[in-house]
């Protein structure tokens, strides 16, 4: 007798927790409803509600992401276009860690400098390659930091 009175509990406290998982998706998916490339801003913000902690979130993972492909640029060979993305990925590295450090002090300005900084090395890598004809081996991977740098460009732009 005991078990049936507590079910029905149990059922609106599941209910509850499912509705507050689900309306934090909804949230999520509503801040990026307007970047340019939304289910990748919606996969790297990884539920988060509001602007300022989905961007350091969304830079985070894109700083991550550049050291991987600095990592991978090296593996692809020895070539001047590809010294180039390597220096590119860390100036790109540190544009974003200052970025990191321009949103914990709420500067929007320097924030937006560096974040645009990052998002102009990532296409300078790309652009390389194309001003020698050369087929880019890394440009998937440049394309991808490209889109995440333009989304972190859109998130800073919700933070009032």
Known sequence: MAINHCMPSFSLVFLAMV????????????????????????SVIKGKTDAHSALESAITVLISQSHRAKIAAGTKGDSQNLDVCKENFDDAISNLKNSLKNLKNRDMASLNINLSAALTDFVT???TFVESSETNPIGKTDTLLSHMASNCL???SLIH
Do not use: E
Not at 22 to 41: E, F, H, I, M, V
């Open 154 to 156: 859109y998130l800073s």
């Open 125 to 127: 890598c790309d652009d």
């Open 19 to 42: 509705t507050i998982v689900l309306a934090g998706q909804a949230r999520a998916q509503s801040l990026c409803n307007k970047a340019d490339y939304q289910p990748l801003c919606v």
